[in-house]
């Protein structure tokens, strides 16, 4: 089994900046991925951004140049840098871990961008 924790949301006015951390425990194996995704309130849960151990990483097209995805492979943990933050960034943010043969969820942490 495997277990994510994030941290780090909250609030902040637009413009600001925010670093979201998720930390993975368990039986972690060498060939996943980890991201993070959101979900805005009656919207469906979206990818933000994605990550592998070589650390190639992919971002939905609404963050690029605004969010930068990262992780320490020793830590088995992924960070998520939001910067210049909107109005519409406003959701809960989910740590996602994928790796043959399940795909693993954190409980979510709130981010909220006041205009």
């Known amino acids: 089994q495997v277990q994510l924790v994030e941290s780090g949301g909250g609030l902040v006015q637009a413009g600001g900046s925010l670093r979201l951390s998720c930390a993975a425990s368990?039986?972690?194996?060498?060939?996943?991925?980890m991201g993070w995704y959101r979900q805005a309130p009656g919207k469906q849960r979206e990818l933000v951004a994605t990550?592998?151990?070589?650390?190639?990483?992919h971002y939905a097209d609404s963050v690029k140049g605004r969010f930068t995805v990262s992780r320490d492979n020793a830590e088995n943990t992924v960070y998520l840098q939001m910067n210049s933050l909107k109005p519409e960034d406003t959701a809960v943010y989910y740590c996602?871990?994928?790796?043959?043969?399940?795909?693993?969820w954190g409980k979510g942490t709130l981010v909220t961008v006041s205009s």
């Open positions: 996602n871990l994928l790796q043959f043969p399940g795909n693993y």
């Open positions: 368990g039986s972690i194996f060498s060939g996943n991925v």
């Open positions: 990550i592998t151990r070589g650390g190639s990483s």
